[in-house]
């Protein structure tokens, strides 16, 4: 079972796939991994992270026009996606969907109400997964327990929020 965590920058997607990657014994893997490998500038080289989430952005795109599944391919190619792990930070929805198992995956979707970050472009792509994702709900092709959003003001409310025996029950 692969456990997608999904968000906009700053939303604690990081600490969340730590914690539960260590609680439960899957990997965490990064999606943004081989980005940041190639991005040719640091975080620290920016004024600002939004600066850098800018740049990165617009990076990441010019990547992603040349090969749309660069992500998914280098995900599957460097890990055993068969073993249960926590996948953090998809936004491209090729990318998801290449990824995500319909009958088997989970997602977390976190929404920080109070981001002090501006949404990219590529952040968007966070809306057509989730647009996804309520369809097969509301169809009925996946189980209302294998996606949860998770909308907060504090950090401190994703503890409280987060519903881990669905996520991490694989039986119904």
């Known amino acids: 079972m692969k456990v997608f965590i999904i968000g906009a920058t700053k939303s604690g997607k990081t600490t969340l796939a730590e914690k539960l990657s260590k609680k439960y014994n899957f990997k ?28 990165i952005t617009k990076f990441s795109l010019d990547v ?6 660069i992500i998914s391919r280098y995900l599957r190619t460097s890990n055993n996606l068969d073993q249960n792990c926590i996948i953090e930070g998809i936004r491209n929805p ?23 970050l501006k949404e990219t472009e590529f952040e968007k792509g966070i809306e057509i997964i989730k647009d996804y994702l309520l369809w097969n709900l509301r169809v009925e092709i996946i189980y209302p327990k294998r996606f949860h959003e998770i909308k907060f003001e ?11 025996k669905s996520i991490f029950n694989v039986s119904y």
């Open 28 to 55: 965490h893997i990064k999606a943004s991994a081989l980005i940041r490998d190639i991005f040719p500038k640091n975080e620290s080289d920016f004024k600002s992270k939004q600066e850098f989430t800018e740049a």
């Open 64 to 69: 992603n026009r040349k090969d749309p599944y």
């Open 154 to 164: 504090d950090y401190k409310e994703i503890d409280r929020k987060l519903d881990v």
């Open 94 to 116: 090729n990318d998801f969907f290449e990824l995500f198992d319909i009958a088997n995956d989970k997602v977390i979707l976190l929404k920080h109400e109070n981001n002090d």
